[in-house]
């Protein structure tokens, strides 16, 4: 049972920047994929970002292209999403998800069995 702890949320200006971590406590995470997802207020949780086993393979939304990036440290067993260019629109509660191996479905909810309990980012205009 793997279990993921997120930080880094908070409150912010439109056009700031927040890094978000997610510990987990495998100690064979380097056997994980893991990703990052969102969910606003009355919305459906959506994809934000995913990250491959060794960390050389990255996906991300439409929405956070050029703005968000995934990175993950298999040492320190953690996995981050640096945030830039913050809009109102990315506000939500964040969540870090992960899979044992390899998921044909790394950009759905559905491609993850372990989930943190998320941290709320907020972006003011």
């Known amino acids: 049972q793997v279990q993921l702890v997120e930080s880094g949320g908070g409150l912010v200006q439109a056009g700031g920047s927040l890094r978000l971590s997610c510990a987990a406590s495998e100690r064979t995470f380097s056997s994980y994929t893991m990703g990052w997802f969102r969910q606003a207020p009355g919305k459906e949780r959506e994809f934000v970002a995913t990250?491959?086993?060794?960390?050389?393979?990255?996906y991300y939304a439409d929405s956070v292209k050029g703005r968000f990036t995934i990175s993950r440290d298999n040492a320190k067993n953690t996995v981050y999403l640096q945030m830039n260019s913050l809009k109102p629109e990315d506000t939500a509660v964040y969540y870090c998800a992960a899979r044992l191996g390899y998921t044909t479905q790394a950009m759905n909810t559905n491609g993850y069995n372990y989930w943190g309990q998320g941290t709320q980012v907020t972006v003011s205009s």
């Open positions: 990250i491959n086993r060794s960390g050389g393979i990255t």
